[in-house]
């Protein structure tokens, strides 16, 4: 079960690109949208920074957890020895990395979906840009998940 649980996205799901770079087309954050989320993004963490991504577009930002945490690695974005868990577009829509039964939480709800590499082991999902002040509330929960699951012991 769920560490969390979301209430079911309004509306259609946005228009996204099924091959990477998976990013969003359509319902993207209005810019003082993505400007909120991105402050709250990188500064309400222990032991992260940001970074520049390793392996999104140049424009992404990366979450990054600290060395000093003894973490799993499966936490992680690829490539091995990356500490990047999560990952935010300019379109407002981000990546992470979760436990499998949080990230169904999210896509169940309607708040995202698999990344299209999922079945050549790529551990992360994308998430919708938040398209208001309320749905930014919302996906606080899913990134405070992914910290979770980057920042627990393996």
Not at 18 to 24: A, D, F, T, V
Not at 58 to 73: F, G, I, Q
């Amino acid at each position: 079960m769920s560490s969390f649980v979301l209430p079911r996205r309004t509306g259609e799901p946005p228009v996204t690109g099924k091959q990477p770079p998976q990013l969003q087309f359509s319902d993207q954050s209005p810019r003082d949208v993505h400007e909120k989320m991105a402050e709250w993004f990188f500064s309400s963490f222990d032991r992260t920074r940001e970074e520049p991504t390793r392996i999104s577009v140049a424009t992404s930002r990366a979450l990054w957890l600290d060395e000093s945490v003894n973490a799993t690695p499966r936490a992680f974005m690829p490539p091995p020895g990356n500490r990047e868990f999560a990952h935010l577009h300019e379109d407002g829509s981000f990546h992470l990395v979760m436990a499998e039964e949080d990230e169904e939480e999210v896509i169940r709800k309607g708040w995202g979906l698999h990344h299209p590499w999922k079945d050549r082991g790529v551990n992360e999902i994308l998430v919708y840009a938040p398209r208001n002040e309320a749905e930014i509330e919302i996906l606080k929960s899913v990134i405070a998940a992914s910290y979770r699951f980057a920042s627990r012991s393996a």
